[in-house]
Structures are given as C-alpha cells and as structure tokens.
C-alpha cells in the first residue's frame, strides 16, 4: 500500500487531475486541449521521473509539479468562483483592473468552499510529492513509461516551438497566461498599425448633411435567417422584427463570403472584397470612414476583447466597450442584454453625429449559454424543418436552444430599435449577422466553418431599419433602398453599404458595390471556391 502512495504516478495525477475534475464540476466550458494536455504532462513526468537519477534532477521534476499546483490552484479558485475557466479575455479584463482594485476583488470572492477545496488541494499535494520515492526502471513496463516520457518532451518541444502550440499543450491557467502574453502582443501591433493608417493614408470622407444622425450597426453572430420568422421561418423567433415590419426593409438575399468570424468581419468591415486582392493592414475601415467623416464612434461588444480584425477597429473607436471586462472574462450568464445600458447611453450622447457599432454574441457556440434561461419558448419539435423526421434527442435540443438563441438576438434588437424610436433626428439600424449556421437543416451536422459549407452557412439575414426623418431626409437613397431589396449582394460589400447608407462622401465609396444606390450591380458570389448561386443554393 505505501508503494503505491509513493508512486510518483499518484502525484502527477493528482496535481494535474484534481483541477480538471473542478473545472469539470464548476465550469461551463472546458477548452478541447485540456483533457489531452493533462494526460500528456502525466506521462511526461511519469515516464522521465525513471531517469532522473541525480537529485538535482529530482528537484527540478517536483519543482515542475508545484509550478502546476499553483496553476491549478489558480484554475479551481476561477472556476468555483465564476463558473468558468481562463480565458485570453479574462486576462485582458484583469490586466485592465488596478491592483488594489483586483485585490478587493480576490478578497470578495474568497468563500469557504474556496478555502476547502485549495487546502484539501494544497495539503494532499504537499504530502504526495514529499513522500515520492523516485526509482530506477526495473521492471519492462517502466522501461517502456520512461521512453514515453522522453517522447512526450521531444513531442510538446516541436508543438510549442515549430508549431506555436503552447496554448494545446500547456494546461489551465499557465497555457493561457502564455497564449495571452504573446497574443497581445500580435493585436498590439495590430491596434498600431490601424491608428497609423488612419492617420496616414490619404483618403476623404465628408458627411452629406450636416443634421444631426445617429446611425447604429449590429453585428450579428452565427445567424442563419431560415431561422428567423421575418424570413418565413414557421416559428416565431423574431416577433419584435416582425412587428417593426412596415419600418425596415428586408434585404431577401444576402450571403456571407465565409463562414467563419474573422474573414467575414474582415471584408464586411473594410475596403477589402473578395475581389480586389488588397490586405486588411492597408484597408481602412468602416469605422474609420465614419471618424473622418465627423461622426463620432462607438464599439460596443460582447464579444472577446482580444479578436482580429476587430479589436484594432474598436481601439480607433471614440469609446469603447467590452461588457467581457465587466464578467472578469466570463462567458457564463453573459447576455446580449448586458450591451444594452451602454447602447442606450450612447445613442443620448449630445454629440449630433453618431455611429455606434454593437456587436452579439448572438447565437456563438454554445447556443444555451446565449440567452437567460427563463427565456427559453421552444420544447418539442413543432415548426421545425430539418434535415430528417427522426431527429434524435440531443439534435432537437440543439435546434429549440439555437431558435431561442436566435429569438433573444431578435428581443435585444427590439429593445435597441424602441430606444432608437425615441429620436426626432434622423436615425437608422443595419443588423447582418457575420455568418450563418447549420443546425441539422440541411445535413447531420450543427456549426459553421470552411469545410462541407452549407447555404445555411452562408444566409444571413440583412435588415435595415430606418426613421421618418431619415426617410424624408434621404429620400432618394431610401426609395432605393426598397428597390434594391430583393437584389442579390455579398457581405464583402458592405463597407460601401455603410458609405452609402450612412450619407458619407468618399473616394473610397464605390457605388456599383453599394447595395443602397442606384448603380449597384450584383457580381457572382464564390464562396470558398463555390459559386453559391449555382452550387450551393
Ligand atoms: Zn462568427
């Protein structure tokens, strides 16, 4: 018996295993890596404790273990805590707290069940690896632990160094510090080089009208518009649009060039397109065009805080803000709805020229997670259209909570268009979602992403909202607006949509790309390849 609580084996398992099996009680969301990375670094010090013969050696290994008690220390105070595990975001919101602010915080947190589980944690630890009897391989199976363990070092150095890894293979709290420190640095030098090329390259913007505007983009996530009733979906998830009908026009045919966050936000939002080949570092941006213009900027998110192409255009913003820093990172319990407060003191700000971009979480990932629970409305599989009549359990699930994730987007939206209602001067919405989604509509499959793309992926909805004074200010460019909205378009052309819309001269704003003028002209979408009105529709 006490051979087996001498093993090393123990030891390992324990410090690395015990957090894990925390986070899997308390958290959420567990990143995919962690389980492997875990079993990986057991078998590491597992299999090298074998050969390490000199005790200088020997230190060194228990040293590498009390390293990963802190960590996972750190990973079960986080997750009992919050409910949640590290994430780059809930670095960012701590590196932006001071640090009486954030010790205040520590200290309201610290509950009883903390204090347990870190001694029992502590404790059991410090006996485990005091007591470990380090042993030369005798025996063929050790022998064959300890190559292993020489493998496991020469295969997390080629992950970590060749292929920058460090995040898949280190576990908890560490691999995110280390992921976070380098990947700020990235978007460092991103948010520089957008100010630098606003500031530099040469190109105009003027409003058309001087009257006071207030114009607000939302930036949708993971919608796919099949899902929303506006666009003839057989269950209700969209009442508030559908009540505001007679004041929006419904664009019926838009697709996004990808189906993924990052390349979609990156055409959506700049001067590049599919087409024109130009980078996004060179490519001014929506935002940018509407600062130059006069207007002043507002992002305001629900989304990470440390995301390309994104977080540079934020940063150019007049105000900025993350609600991810309010949650210390969190992304349970964090709603659409928290954006809210913020949006609305925005849009009574005195400045008389605004743009306020406001991005969802929409209906990322998780769809559950996305809305509050006392919001769910769908149970059964009534109205639902998918892929086959025999859905299983688990299947119909994802689809009731996704048509709830979607219902919540569609309730948020209301709540911005009612406190957009109450403006007399010109005033306008734009909502499009990044992406679509396929859940189970037109295969076995839920998600977004390049590979096996569906037009579920790709159709997203496309609505703008607009006031009286808008329309009678900009009348032609609203008669427009109507006539175009059964016209084809792709994402990638909505920095002209935005000009466009928004009454901004630029020499950056090519009409034939805008959707709102009277020389758009439709071009043939390729989607990753595909031409989607001739393979994928
Ligand atoms: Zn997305």
Known sequence: ??????????????????????????????????????????????????????????????????????????????????????????????ALTDPSESLEFLLAYVSIENVLLLLFYWLVAYFSLKRILFKAPERRREKVFAALGILMILASIQQIHQRGRTFDVIPGFTGVAIDYSSGHQSIDIDIQARQALYDSKPFTAEMKASDPQTYVIVLGESVNRNHLSLYGYTRETSPHLDKLQSELVVFKDVVSPFAQTRPSLSVALTEVDTQNKMSVQQAISLLGGAKKAGFKTWWISNQQPLRRPTSAMAALADVGHFISHDFYGVEVNRYDGYLLPSVQKAIEDDAPHKVIFVHLMGSHLQYRNRYPPEQAVFKGAEGVQAYTDNLSRSELAYINSYDDSVRYTDSVLGEILSQLQTLDEVAALSFFADHGEEVFDSKDFKGHGPDGVTRHMVEIPFVFWRNNAYQTTFAETDQQLQKNAEQPMMLDDYFHFGLCFMQINSDLLQSQRALCSDQYEPKPRMIYGKNYDKELR
Do not use: C
Request: aromatic share 18%.
């Open 1 to 94: 018996m006490s051979k087996v609580i001498q093993s090393h084996w123990w030891s390992a398992l324990f410090v690395l295993f015990f957090p894990l099996l925390i986070m899997y009680a308390y958290s959420d969301f567990i990143r995919s890596s962690e389980l492997n990375a875990r079993l990986g670094w057991v078998l590491l010090i597992g299999g090298v404790a074998y050969l390490f013969r000199h005790t200088v050696l020997q230190k060194l290994l228990l040293g590498v273990l009390f390293l990963f008690v802190l960590s996972g220390s750190l990973d079960i105070l986080y997750a009992v805590t919050f409910g949640g595990v590290f994430t780059s975001a809930s670095f960012e919101a701590m």
